[in-house]
């Protein structure tokens, strides 16, 4: 069973750092594209970053150059490092991982950038 668990949410304010963790278990986590998404009150959820088994990434221009994706294969571990934090990215950060068909989410972790 395949199961993702985020940590590392919380209230940051503008132009601070925050990391999330996504801690996956029930797959062969080097064999599968890692990615994380985002979901603002009231908007639909958007991909923010994606990295391959090797390590290759991939954000959209919102994000370029101020969040970074990153895995540890050994700790099937995926990490996202956001930076350079805007009050537009205050949203429920999900980890993803598609699997065959279907794809996977965990619970969320809550970001919020705030004065």
């Known amino acids: 069973q395949v199961q993702l668990v985020e940590s590392g949410g919380g209230l940051v304010q503008p132009g601070g750092s925050l990391r999330l963790s996504c801690a996956a278990s029930?797959?062969?986590?080097?064999?599968?594209?890692m990615a994380w998404y985002r979901q603002a009150p009231g908007k639909q959820r958007e991909m923010v970053a994606t990295?391959?088994?090797?390590?290759?990434?991939y954000y959209p221009d919102s994000v370029k150059g101020r969040f970074t994706i990153s895995r540890d294969n050994a700790e099937n571990t995926l990490y996202l490092q956001m930076s350079s934090l805007k009050p537009e990215d205050t949203a429920v950060y999900y980890c993803?991982?598609?699997?065959?068909?279907?794809?996977?989410w965990g619970q969320g972790t809550q970001v919020t950038v705030s004065s």
């Open positions: 990295i391959t088994g090797g390590g290759s990434t």
């Open positions: 029930g797959i062969r986590f080097s064999l599968y594209t």
């Open positions: 993803n991982v598609r699997v065959d068909l279907l794809h996977f």
